[in-house]
Each structure stands twice: as structure tokens, then as C-alpha cells.
């Protein structure tokens, strides 16, 4: 009995490699540069056996817990004089609320964003 040659690609025409327009080089994608024509069996199992592939993909950590109260230094003391002041506890809490978001857009609580605070409090 004769031994078979397996067959040239027919992608590459058993070179192994392809080349484009521009005069670029690579590995035949069918082949992957044997030259040969692969053997198919007609299923390709793509089963995902880890475990890990059965835990969803949107779980996170524990979410870090919200500021309660400003984080620099001139924030702290401004919403301290908020605290003390004869406004109502609504109004107390939204100037807080407004001290703690405008550290988190610009860092730290600027003077004129103190002039205002302290304009609402009298």
C-alpha cells in the first residue's frame, strides 16, 4: 500500500504563507503555515469548562462607601460653619451635598465657591 500525500492547502497552494496587495507576508490562516490541508472533523467543541466561566461577568467587590462629609480641610470647615448656622436641616444638608460635589469637580473648595456658601448661610 502506498503512502497518501495529504493535500496542498487550498488557501496557500501548500506555500504556507500569503501574501496581499501591498507586497505583506504572513502565515496562512488555514494552514497555519504546514502547507497542508487540515483535517476537519466538523465539530469544533467550544465549551467553556472552567469554573470561572460560570460566575457572572458582572459581579464587583463591595462598592466604596459614599463621603458623608467633605475631605479637604477648607471643605470641612465649610460645611462646619453650615452646620452651625440658623438654616434650616434641608438646606444644611444640600450645602453640604453642593460642598462635596464641588471638591470632587475641582479638588478643593475655592474662595469664591466659599463667598458663595457663606452668602447662603447668613
Known sequence: MADQQPEACGICGGDGR?????GSHTTCPSC??????????GFHDVTKTKPSHFEPSNRRGAAAPKPTWPSTKSGQV???DVQKSAVSAEVKARLVREIMEH???????????????????R
Not at 497555519?32 to 472533523?41: A, C, K, L, N, V
Open 78 to 80: 465649610l460645611a462646619n
Open 18 to 22: 500569503i501574501a496581499n496587495a501591498f
Open 32 to 41: 497555519h503555515g504546514s502547507g497542508r490541508r487540515q483535517e476537519t472533523t
Open 103 to 121: 471638591e470632587d469637580t475641582h479638588g478643593l473648595c475655592t474662595q469664591t465657591f466659599a463667598k458663595k456658601i457663606r452668602k447662603e448661610i
